[in-house]
């Protein structure tokens, strides 16, 4: 079935340094990939998302870059802060479905 | 985006017994879902709640033991049926508004089941 595969699972970062998330799909036909982040305890909040038709998104010092031929795309966060410590998944999904597949998810540590 | 509850919060229940867990949105959404995510792990999708019709279950959940009641635009129910401890989780409602694929979630309902 579909899956989506997402690395690392942990990831320890110096603050000010950056921080880099990847994740690779295998249904062909996704086109819409979110990227949520969860503190602990609280919900999972959508912080970008990328359509197939882009390759690059970015926000503040958050971006997103897609790769279709690949089938991968990758979340990038510059300039890490304490408060970025969180879990992040990414997720695919096809346009008009709202079915998403999730990763497994990254827990991101911000060492200040 | 649209507001979005769930009550109870939070729960503790004994094995065998059923608890139902109320998603209330302040404005009409096209879609609603209901999500686990079991400690430690990752968002699985149970099923599409669809107003005035049965829920979509995904493969692995069966509406015996979570059935699903969507009686309007703006609200939804799941309900966990003759829970065991491994029913022990944090259960999420989203929603899906407009054309874009882009769900929003639930604060969450965490369950505990001794």
């Known amino acids: 079935g579909e899956n989506v595969e997402q690395h690392p699972s942990t990831l320890s970062v110096q603050e000010g340094d950056s921080a880099v998330i990847k994740c690779t799909y295998s249904?062909?036909?996704?086109?819409?990939f979110p990227w949520y982040k969860q503190e602990l305890g609280k919900r999972p909040q959508l912080i970008i998302d990328?359509?197939?038709?882009?390759g690059e998104k970015k926000d503040q010092r958050i971006a997103v870059t897609l790769n279709k031929t690949a089938k991968h795309f990758s979340l990038h966060i510059t300039e890490t802060q304490p408060e970025d410590s969180a879990v992040y998944f990414c997720?695919?999904?096809?346009?008009?479905?709202?079915?998403?597949?999730f990763g497994t998810g990254t827990r991101l540590k911000v060492l200040a | 985006s649209a507001v979005i509850s769930q009550k109870p919060s939070r729960d503790i229940c004994q094995r065998g017994t059923s608890l139902t867990i109320q998603c209330q949105v302040d404005?009409?959404?096209?879609?609603m879902f209901w999500y686990r995510q079991q400690p430690g792990q990752s968002l699985t999708l149970i099923a599409t709640?669809?107003?005035?019709?049965?829920?979509?279950?995904e493969s692995g959940f069966v509406i015996d033991k979570f059935p699903i009641s969507r009686p309007n635009l703006t609200f939804s129910t799941l309900t966990v049926s003759n829970m065991s401890p491994e029913d022990s989780s944090i259960y999420l409602c989203?929603?899906?508004?407009?054309?874009?694929?882009?769900?929003?979630f639930g604060p969450g309902t965490r369950l505990t089941v001794l």
């Open positions: 997720a695919a999904s096809r346009s008009g479905t709202y079915k998403y597949i």
């Open positions: 404005s009409q959404v096209t879609m």
């Open positions: 990328i359509r197939s038709n882009v």
């Open positions: 989203s929603v899906g508004t407009g054309a874009d694929n882009e769900q929003f």
């Open positions: 709640a669809n107003q005035g019709s049965e829920a979509t279950y």
């Open positions: 249904d062909s036909a996704s086109n819409y």
